[in-house]
């Protein structure tokens, strides 16, 4: 008996394109909304620390970022922004993410966005690999697909 190859239950790039097709550029607009969703919800959040989140602000955004991130990803296994593009996020097994996934993938992302060279490198692997994976979604063995009509 073989071992089955760490990410069969996956659509295959070759056989199944359309689950990757424009996948890169839909994750990019869906970071611009979420981005935008983040800031609005830091605004609102500003009065309920008494204006003084304006003194931490960056720390203040990258919370909520993390927070937003990981509670629509922990739910839907997408963000708001993913869900309006039409794509989600899958596990190696072809499952939604769970809420320790979606915990460990924000946490790539923030390393990931925190780094310019590890950023660059991982919007690399995202427009060169079959499956369009970003580094965290390499580490992980996670994919974002199109959703299913």
């Not at 996948?23 to 981005?35: E, G, M, N, P, Q």
Request: net charge neutral; glycine share 8%.
């Amino acid at each position: 008996m073989t071992a089955a190859p760490m990410m069969d239950a996956l659509p295959d790039p070759d056989l199944h394109a359309e689950f990757y097709d424009g996948v890169v550029t839909k994750r990019f607009l869906a970071w611009l909304i979420d981005i935008t969703f983040i800031f609005v919800l830091t605004l609102i959040a500003l009065p309920f620390t008494l204006f003084i989140g304006l003194l931490f602000y960056p720390i203040l955004f990258v919370t909520v970022g993390v927070l937003y991130r990981w509670w629509s990803l922990a739910r839907k296994s997408a963000t708001p922004g993913m869900r309006i593009c039409g794509i989600h996020f899958l596990n190696r097994d072809g499952d939604p993410l769970g809420p320790v996934e979606a915990a460990l993938h924000v946490a790539g992302y923030v390393l990931s966005m925190g780094t310019f060279l590890v950023q660059v490198l991982s919007i690399g692997l995202m427009l060169m690999t079959p499956r369009r994976q970003g580094l965290t979604d390499l580490a992980m063995g996670t994919v974002a697909i199109n959703r299913a009509a």
